[in-house]
């Protein structure tokens, strides 16, 4: 059932479901970054939202799944491009560790090279920003 919960939590991630995500989250949820920042289920309702403003095509792709006891570990990809940009895509290898309680997700931690979305994030403003000096 935990492992169900789990790949539900990924599948809502993966249509952009941000009311199915939020649906999804335990009361106490924590989602953990890649940076050990730690946000709670309000903050990740909208942060949700605003990612996927980002990254448009955003994807999760498991290839690999893990339980125990406790938690449960997803193995897999991550992909998307800034703003939908098809020439700057990024996949890359993540894990996902989940917890589960009251049938509800309340651990989401990412474990991923953040650095290349982020990278082509801060690129592809500066291109931005040039392009707004130019035509002004």
């Known amino acids: ?33 890649t940076w050990d920042n730690i946000a709670s289920k309000e903050e990740m309702s909208s942060g949700w939202a605003g990612y996927f403003n980002w990254f448009p095509n955003y994807h999760i792709e498991v290839t690999e799944a893990f339980e125990n ?28 560790k989940v917890v589960i309680g009251d049938e509800k997700v309340k651990i989401w931690q990412v474990i991923c090279d953040a650095k290349i979305p982020f990278d082509i994030m801060n690129e592809s403003d500066k291109e931005d920003v040039e392009k707004l000096k130019t035509n002004n």
């Open 1 to 33: 059932m935990k492992m169900k919960i789990a790949l539900q939590f990924v599948k809502a991630i993966n249509q952009h479901d941000v009311k199915g995500i939020s649906q999804l989250m335990s009361n106490d949820h924590q989602f953990i970054d």
């Open 69 to 96: 006891e406790n938690s449960i570990g997803l193995l897999g990809y991550a992909s998307g491009s800034y703003k939908g940009n098809t020439k700057q895509t990024w996949r890359l290898p993540a894990f996902w």
